[in-house]
């Protein structure tokens, strides 16, 4: 069993900074495939940032250059360092992982931002709001 609890969100003013972070539990947890994902009321969740079992890293061309994100398997922690925080990155942000034996073992890659429905775990979500 994975579980995930995200922390670190708040409000902040534009062009403002913070910082999430997601604690996973589970096993094997160096193997996951994490990711960050946002929501606004209505729309649809979409990827942010993910970062696959071998380290390689991929952002949404809206965050490039403004959102960084990291993954300590020695203590099982995914962070998202946020800087220039603008008004549209307002969302309800949420922590992902993909976590399947057999996907491990067919050696299959990691899902990509946009294939939500491949992330088989999911944490609360934590709200990031920015004020202008």
């Known amino acids: 069993q994975v579980t995930l609890e995200e922390s670190g969100g708040g409000s902040v003013q534009a062009g403002g900074s913070l910082s999430l972070s997601c604690v996973g539990s589970?096993?094997?947890?160096?193997?996951?495939?994490m990711a960050w994902f946002r929501q606004v009321p209505g729309k649809e969740r979409e990827g942010v940032a993910g970062v696959d079992r071998e380290g390689r890293i991929k952002y949404a061309d809206s965050v490039k250059g403004r959102f960084t994100i990291s993954k300590d398997n020695f203590r099982n922690t995914l962070h998202l360092q946020m800087t220039d925080l603008q008004s549209e990155d307002t969302a309800m942000y949420y922590c992902a992982a993909e976590y399947s034996s057999v996907r491990l073992l067919l050696g299959e890659p990691c899902p990509s931002l946009g294939a939500r429905s491949e992330y088989n775990y999911w944490g609360q979500g934590t709200q990031v709001t920015v004020t202008e």
């Open positions: 589970g096993p094997f947890y160096s193997t996951y495939c």
